[in-house]
Antibody, heavy 121, light 108 residues
Framework: QITMKESGPTLVKPTQTLTLTCTFS??????????VAWIRQPPGKALEWLAL???????RYSPSLKSRLTITKDTSKNQVVLTMANMDPVDTATYYC?????????????WGQGTMVTVSS | EIVMTQSPATLSVSPGERATLSCRAS??????LAWYQQKPGQAPRLLIY???TRATGIPARFSGSGSGTEFTLTISSLQSEDFAVYYC??????????FGQGTRLEIK
């Protein structure tokens, strides 16, 4: 059984860097074709994809946020970390990590519960 | 970037009736389209991937169809637990992977 769980600060100040950790179980990020994505959702709004990382450490970012995002993995700890620099109040959202369904598909079959991040001074 | 447009924004349907939700892509996404259900305070749940394949544990009353730029999610006989927000997602041309703005399915 695959589980995903996000953790990180609930409140950050404008201009600070946000660091979120996704801790997962039930799969290994060293297994071929496995991937993990980050998605966010501002209150009352739609989902927005942020970044993803593959088992081979290949990474992709949302073009609109690329300059601010970094995604990394720690296979030994079963974790994926997302950092977002220069936080702004518009970045207030629930942040989710999710597991890739499988080969040739970036449908996301298992999601974490999400972690709400508020950006405010 | 591929823009996903869902319609209608809100759909009012009575329990037991059929619901039809639409999703349009700004360019062809082949069959690389997924649907998610999201209830208040919960994470999205994968319903359909590859346009028409139900995810594990999803009831048969949920079905997906379409190709290219026009896609449909049909719920054949609405149950009380089906009232939620539904999102489509394309994963054909990326980055970025993109989602629609959602359709809220409410009780009539």
């Amino acid at each position: 059984q695959i589980t995903m769980k996000e953790s990180g600060p609930t409140l950050v100040k404008p201009t600070q860097t946000l660091t979120l950790t996704c801790t997962f179980s039930g799969f290994s990020l060293s297994t071929s074709e496995v991937g993990v994505a980050w998605i966010r959702q501002p209150p009352g709004k739609a989902l927005e994809w942020l970044a993803l990382i593959y088992w081979d450490d290949d990474k992709r970012y949302s073009p609109s946020l690329k300059s601010r995002l970094t995604i990394t993995k720690d296979t030994s700890k079963n974790q994926v970390v997302l950092t977002m620099a220069n936080m702004d109040p518009v970045d207030t959202a629930t942040y989710y990590c999710a597991h890739r369904l499988g080969i040739r598909s970036w449908a996301l079959d298992i999601w974490g519960q999400g972690t709400m991040v508020t950006v405010s001074s | 970037e591929i823009v996903m447009t869902q319609s209608p924004a809100t759909l009012s349907v009575s329990p037991g009736e059929r619901a039809t939700l639409s999703c349009r892509a700004s360019q062809s996404v082949s069959s690389n389209l997924a649907w998610y259900q999201q209830k208040p305070g919960q994470a999205p749940r994968l319903l359909i991937y590859g346009t028409s394949t139900r995810a594990t544990g999803i009831p048969a009353r949920f079905s997906g169809s379409g190709s290219g730029t026009e896609f449909t999610l049909t719920i054949s006989s609405l149950q009380s637990e089906d009232f939620a927000v539904y999102y489509c997602q394309q994963y054909n041309h990326w980055p970025p992977i993109t989602f629609g703005q959602g359709t809220r399915l409410e009780i009539k």
